[in-house]
């Protein structure tokens, strides 16, 4: 039996998603983060950093969303999320992209904007103001940049999934996070395509049975 260690508010909830697409059995085991909005200290029971999302697979315990998404389809997949050949590409290169370059920029992104707001008082309207300019030297530039490249990249899906086929794959598991999460805090920011994309991942019944039984999950809106 596989169990999902989940973390509320977390990456963990688009592995709920995964298994429910691959319509598999699995358990799971919930955490609740800390006052510091932190994972708790249960979770080094399980992996060695203690973050979420992990999961147990009989003697194998196994971290990180891009691995758990690639372990979960190869072995229990049979079939189901995997890309057209003509999308095999485009599949690979957004797996790795949605951690390995989007989500550094827009944690980057998160620091800068938490910093000034947990700065002394006095101090705030200083911090602020060196923050803001490091933002718009270091981050609204990047950020422009990929979100035109997503915005491109999906207006040419005829099926609004990342690989061109007509069901997810790893890539759109992978890529659901980083865009709930832009979509949901800064809409502004988000163009039509993300919000199209965000808005057919709620759509999906595997997803809203992933909400019921996660619970707490800040970025399920649109």
Not at 101 to 114: A, E, G, T
Not at 174 to 184: D, G, K, N
Not at 186 to 189: F, G, I, K, L, R
């Given at each position: 039996?596989?169990?999902?260690?989940?973390?509320?508010?977390?990456r963990?909830?688009?592995?709920?998603?995964?298994?429910?697409e691959?319509?598999?059995?699995?358990?799971?085991?919930?955490?609740?983060r800390?006052?510091?909005?932190?994972?708790p200290?249960?979770?080094?029971?399980?992996?060695?950093?203690?973050?979420?999302?992990?999961?147990?697979?009989?003697?194998?315990?196994?971290?990180?969303?891009?691995a758990?998404v690639e372990?979960?389809i190869?072995k229990?997949?049979?079939?189901?999320?995997?890309?057209?050949?003509?999308?095999?590409?485009?599949?690979?290169?957004f797996?790795h992209?949605?951690?390995g370059?989007?989500?550094?920029?827009?944690?980057?992104?998160?620091?800068?904007?938490?910093v000034?707001?947990?700065?002394?008082?006095?101090?705030?309207?200083?911090?602020?103001?060196?923050?803001?300019?490091?933002?718009?030297?270091?981050?609204?530039?990047?950020?422009?940049?990929?979100?035109?490249?997503?915005?491109?990249?999906?207006?040419?899906?005829?099926?609004?999934?990342?690989?061109?086929?007509?069901?997810?794959?790893?890539?759109?598991f992978?890529?659901?996070?980083?865009?709930?999460?832009?979509?949901?805090e800064?809409?502004?920011?988000a163009?039509?395509?993300?919000?199209?994309?965000?808005?057919?991942v709620?759509?999906?019944?595997?997803?809203k049975?992933?909400?019921?039984?996660g619970?707490?999950?800040?970025?399920a809106?649109?």
């Open positions: 039996m596989i169990v999902l260690h989940h973390l509320n508010h977390s963990s909830q688009r592995i709920l998603w995964l298994l429910e691959l319509n598999i059995p699995y358990e799971i085991k919930k955490y609740e800390t006052d510091q909005q932190l994972a200290p249960e979770l080094l029971k399980i992996s060695p950093l203690g973050k979420a999302p992990v999961i147990t697979d009989g003697d194998v315990a196994l971290a990180e969303s891009g758990i372990y979960l190869t229990y997949g049979n079939g189901k999320a995997t890309p057209p050949e003509s999308g095999y590409l485009d599949n690979l290169y797996s992209y949605a951690e370059s989007l989500m550094p920029i827009l944690v980057q992104k998160l620091i800068f904007d938490l000034p707001k947990n700065s002394p008082f006095l101090l705030r309207p200083l911090v602020k103001s060196i923050f803001g300019k490091l933002d718009n030297l270091l981050v609204q530039s990047e950020l422009k940049k990929h979100f035109a490249m997503i915005e491109a990249h999906l207006e040419k899906s005829k099926t609004t999934w990342f690989a061109g086929g007509d069901h997810p794959t790893a890539a759109d992978q890529m659901s996070f980083p865009l709930e999460a832009i979509v949901s800064a809409p502004e920011m163009g039509p395509q993300m919000k199209k994309f965000v808005q057919a709620h759509s999906r019944e595997a997803y049975k992933a909400l019921e039984k619970g707490e999950y800040s970025y809106k649109l």
